[in-house]
């Protein structure tokens, strides 16, 4: 019903920038959050940056507040995640997702799934 599409992840040094972009197509009208999760290898899932869809309200992690921002383009079905102050631990695949209710810090609060970009950050 809905896809989701990633691009914008690749290598950068520390305190370097790098902006995600997700593209979502299909049936939109029933997303209400969409967000940002991250995974390092050997490591779980964890909780990036959220956003609602209509009002823009958003919620961060407390490991990115200050230095990443979420953001959303309505006409263009885009969200974005502006990143700055890279970190070596920032280095990790990233995913967007889209779900029907609001603000969740768990993947199981959406319902929709990207596959994935790679960001490495070097030291």
């Known amino acids: 019903q809905v896809q989701l599409v990633e691009s914008g992840g690749g290598l950068v040094q520390a305190g370097g920038s790098l902006r995600l972009s997700c593209a979502a197509s299909?049936?939109?009208?029933?997303?209400?959050?969409m967000g940002w999760f991250r995974q390092a290898p050997g490591k779980e899932r964890e909780f990036v940056a959220a956003?609602?869809?209509?009002?823009?309200?958003?919620y961060y992690a407390d490991s990115v507040k200050g230095r990443f921002t979420i953001s959303r383009d309505k006409a263009k079905n885009t969200v974005y995640l502006q990143m700055n102050s890279l970190k070596p631990e920032d280095t990790a695949v990233y995913y967007c997702?889209?779900?029907?209710?609001?603000?969740?810090?768990?993947?199981?609060?959406?319902?929709?799934w990207g596959q994935g970009t790679q960001v490495t950050v070097s030291s």
């Open positions: 997702a889209a779900g029907p209710r609001g603000l969740g810090t768990s993947d199981q609060s959406y319902n929709y």
């Open positions: 299909g049936r939109t009208e029933r997303t209400y959050t």
């Open positions: 956003i609602t869809w209509s009002v823009g309200f958003t």
